[in-house]
């Protein structure tokens, strides 16, 4: 796609690692939480700036088969190909009914 390399952020794999905890251990599946919060309201609520975009995923075994199902996907496959998003955290949370995935994109 032209992109550079994104950069590892920890603020944004620590947002990820608990949406991904969060929708296994209240048993929903959405971008939005069931307090009605979208990935910018909690960024916002967790004090991490810059959020781009999000991309989640449930039930693939391992790290290759999720980025193939994302990149399956327009949306997500966009997300993964925005050029504009310069920094990554990724989150898991394995459970029942998982693995749980999410990445999160920063500008």
């Known amino acids: ?26 048993g929903f599946f959405d971008h939005t939480d069931p307090d009605g919060n979208t990935p910018w309201d909690r960024a916002t ?4 700036s810059g959020m781009g975009g999000e991309n989640i995923a449930r039930g693939q075994g391992d ?3 999720v980025m193939k199902a994302w990149m399956n996907s327009p949306g997500h496959k966009a997300n993964i190909l925005n050029c504009e ?7 898991v949370y394995n459970a029942a009914g998982g693995p749980w995935w999410t990445q999160d994109f920063g500008f």
């Open 85 to 91: 998003f310069r920094t990554l955290g990724v989150g």
């Open 1 to 26: 796609a032209g992109c550079g390399p994104v950069r590892a952020n920890p603020p944004l794999a620590a947002l990820a690692g608990a949406f991904s905890k969060d929708m296994a251990v209240r």
């Open 63 to 65: 790290a290759a088969a």
């Open 45 to 48: 609520k967790a004090g991490v």
